[in-house]
């Protein structure tokens, strides 16, 4: 946070503190916009505190400790921590008062783009919603012989003109590796499909190729391949963190695959996902409870992929065909 002032009152009760706070905006109202913002913000989280308390008081009835001596020890620290934590910034609402009443006293925070809020990639590409509509997909199984690459070809950059290229694309290479892995195609295309944006998002080498890299699998001190340093988000305890990773790099599409099915297999944390066999929903539960991804909505989001009606549509035309 830019230009945090700690305030006169170091504790709720410091009434001298908060006098000379109170005396210092009277007379210099804009040095002391800080400190009477921060103030503020103590105000508002200590009513944040005291409903939280309020809510759980359900569940304390028959506590030994629910006491009028408890309570109103708990009330000071409540007040206390509500103070250190506007001190800390914790909450942002004393900086949205200061932006508001006078900007040029505190600079404007960086923003992170809205491309690395979902999959790490330095190109800037729309999200997918599920909401709005798609272009009609005919239900007739065309000859996309030209659209799936070789399982064989190596080093060609992938190229995925909208959703149902990536899903003609990949299917080889889920129903191989689904197949090995006992389950569906489609939670592993799903899967490839939000990591990637549809594969829009592949991450990038040094040089402005293709990683292969459907699943953004890190490369941790065991993997000795190729590998791409990125920003990622992670979730840490409900807060979005960037963090530069290193992912794995690979040559093919193929290889994207088989060391996702590697990677699965190895990891024992991930045997209760593969005990769910072709049930999707579980699958991906499975996988996400053992800590695949931080997101905590990772798996909704990938059921809801599996669930779209042009989804279902494009895999019973490959399927049936």
């Known amino acids: 946070m830019a230009n945090q002032t700690v305030t006169q009152a170091s504790n709720y009760f410091d009434l001298q503190g908060l006098d000379q706070l109170r005396q210092k905006a009277q007379s210099n109202g804009k040095e002391s916009l800080r400190e009477v913002a921060n103030q503020f913000e103590s105000m508002f989280a200590t009513m944040l505190i005291k409903s939280m308390r309020q809510a759980n008081e359900a569940f304390e009835t028959d506590s030994p400790f629910n006491n009028k001596q408890t309570k109103f020890y708990t009330d000071m620290q409540d007040k206390q921590l509500a103070l250190d934590i506007s001190r800390h910034g914790s909450l942002g ?9 006078d900007p040029s006293s505190i600079a404007a925070p960086k923003s992170v783009p809205m491309e690395e809020l979902t999959m790490a990639n330095n190109k800037p590409q729309s999200l997918f919603d599920l909401e709005k509509a798609l272009p ?13 690459i070789p399982l064989e070809v190596l080093d060609k950059q992938p190229e995925f003109t909208d959703k149902e290229s990536f899903i003609t694309t990949v299917l080889p290479y889920a129903k191989k590796v689904a197949q090995l892995l006992g389950v569906s195609p489609a939670v592993l295309i799903a899967q490839s499909a939000l990591e990637t944006g549809w594969g829009k998002k592949i991450i990038q080498t040094a040089d402005q190729k293709s990683s292969f890299n459907l699943f953004n699998i890190k490369a941790n001190n065991s993997w000795q391949g190729d590998r791409v340093a990125k920003d990622s988000l992670e979730v840490e305890e409900g807060v979005g963190v960037k963090r530069r990773s290193n992912f794995r790099s690979y040559n093919s599409l193929a290889q994207s695959f088989d060391d996702y099915r590697d990677f699965i297999t190895s990891n024992k944390r991930y045997e209760s996902a593969l005990q769910q066999g072709t049930d999707d ?41």
């Open 136 to 148: 009609a997909i005919t239900l007739n199984k065309p000859d996309k012989t030209s659209a799936v």
């Open 281 to 321: 929903d579980r699958y991906i539960e499975e996988l996400q409870q053992a800590g695949y991804a931080t997101d905590p909505q990772y798996a909704d989001k990938i059921k809801a992929i599996m669930q779209h009606a042009e989804f279902k549509a494009v895999l019973a035309g490959d399927f049936n065909g």
């Open 93 to 101: 609402l004393a900086d949205a008062l200061v932006r508001q009443l």
